[in-house]
């Protein structure tokens, strides 16, 4: 079976490890597959490192994550092409503009195609673009987009109950029999292996005090991930707690307004940016909990990572949040309410008992659910039934 998969741009994040992941998977059980890819945005982490050697994978420069009609055109004409020398049976795409000229190609591919050469058209959203990203005005126009994306759609993939409710009832994308869910899968071995003996190694590396109380985050330094809160949360924990440090993992465009912002809050000796890291074990393995501070979420990769690695979590309580944490493996708090995560970070501090009996149910939980054993299961049932 030829399976051809796109996405926007290999970027660090969730949707780029699964994306390089299934494609290695899925060719070891009889797929044939094709990974077409963009182009990065500045400042964005590359995880192309990942690609196996071996592996079919085709950059489309003109495929990018901005707005451009010259070179989504080009992008648009390019897939076309490959999909006719590749005449692939499932076509996935995954984020939202390789979804956007990914299935638009698939459907003019579809309409031209020989008789039974028919490809079924997958669309993962790993979460959406429809929250807090773009004015109302332009929210609208991109709401009408995917609905009509939909229309083109065999298989809508929705990586929680969250994401799959919110396109389905609230924005009233697609039918609900279209629907599948599959929550995300990764190899968690480097994170499970994290023991008292690796937190103490990782503290070396990094320079950290063993008495040091420390919070850390992952992730890229843009807006919707909302670091401006995870400092306000930093300010209100390291008043009263004059051990507390912070470790902010990740680059990207407001790193030095952040950075300021810190100096500004008193906290330039007690918050750490380490920019892009590979050794997110070595983060993890260092730190006492993790905090997410996301306006919006699908499956916050870096939230199950920590788990996995025996870190409870305190996060915003937004998109599938919830799907990962609880009140056994941490603590929630609504949005912009940086008062309440600090709470709840200092009771964590407090109660270095409870706070190692949240991580070890929070790797248990997660090693359970977001394996990579059950993510290909899942891919390759779906792909079998639309193939029939």
């Known amino acids: 079976m030829r399976v051809l998969r796109l996405i926007t741009r290999l970027n660090i994040g969730g949707p780029s490890i699964q994306a390089i992941t299934l494609s290695d998977r899925l060719t070891s059980r009889g797929f044939t597959t094709r990974l077409l890819h963009g182009s990065l945005g500045e400042g964005e982490g590359d995880m192309r490192y990942l690609l196996p050697p071996a592996a079919d994978v085709e950059q489309v420069p003109e495929l990018r994550r901005e707005l451009s009609p010259k070179d989504d055109y080009a ?39 020989a008789h039974g050469e028919r490809a079924r058209i997958v669309h993962t959203y790993h979460g959406h673009v429809l929250e807090g990203y773009f004015s109302p005005a332009k929210t609208a126009i991109f709401v009408g987009i995917e609905r009509q994306l939909a229309r083109v759609t065999d298989r809508i993939v929705a990586i929680s109950p969250a994401i799959r409710d ?51 985050t992952v992730g890229r330094l843009t807006a919707i991930k909302q670091h401006h809160l995870f400092l306000e949360t930093a300010r209100l924990v390291a008043d009263g707690d004059p051990a507390a440090m912070f470790l902010i993992a990740g680059d990207g465009e407001l790193r030095a307004p952040l950075e300021q912002t810190a100096r500004d809050f008193g906290l330039a000796g007690r918050v750490r940016f380490l920019g892009w890291r590979r050794d997110l074990a070595t983060i993890y393995g260092a730190s006492d909990v993790f905090l997410l501070t996301s306006r919006n979420e699908g499956t916050p990769v870096a939230l199950i990572e920590s788990l996995a690695a025996g870190v409870p979590g305190v996060s915003t309580d937004v998109g599938g949040v919830r799907d990962v944490i609880d009140e056994t493996t941490g603590a929630l708090a609504p949005f912009d309410d940086a008062a309440g995560l600090a709470s709840a970070i200092a009771r964590l501090f407090a109660d270095p008992a409870s706070r190692k009996t949240m991580g070890e149910r929070g790797r248990a939980s997660v090693v359970a659910r977001y394996g990579l054993d059950r993510l290909v299961d899942d891919i390759e049932r779906l792909y079998r039934e639309l193939a029939g």
């Not at 648009?76 to 984020?95: G, Y």
């Not at 499970?192 to 040091?212: K, M, N, W």
């Open 75 to 113: 992008a648009f004409s390019r897939v076309l092409a490959i999909l006719r020398d590749f005449r692939p049976q499932i076509v996935h795409t995954h984020m939202a503009k390789a979804g956007a000229i990914g299935r638009a190609a698939a459907a003019v591919y579809n309409r031209f195609a």
């Open 166 to 216: 919110e396109l389905r009832d609230l924005h009233h994308i697609g039918r609900a029999d279209q629907y599948r869910i599959v929550p995300l899968g990764f190899d968690l071995s480097s994170m499970t292996a994290v023991d008292d003996r690796a937190r103490a190694a990782a503290r070396q590396t990094l320079d950290v005090p063993a008495s040091a109380h420390v919070v850390s």
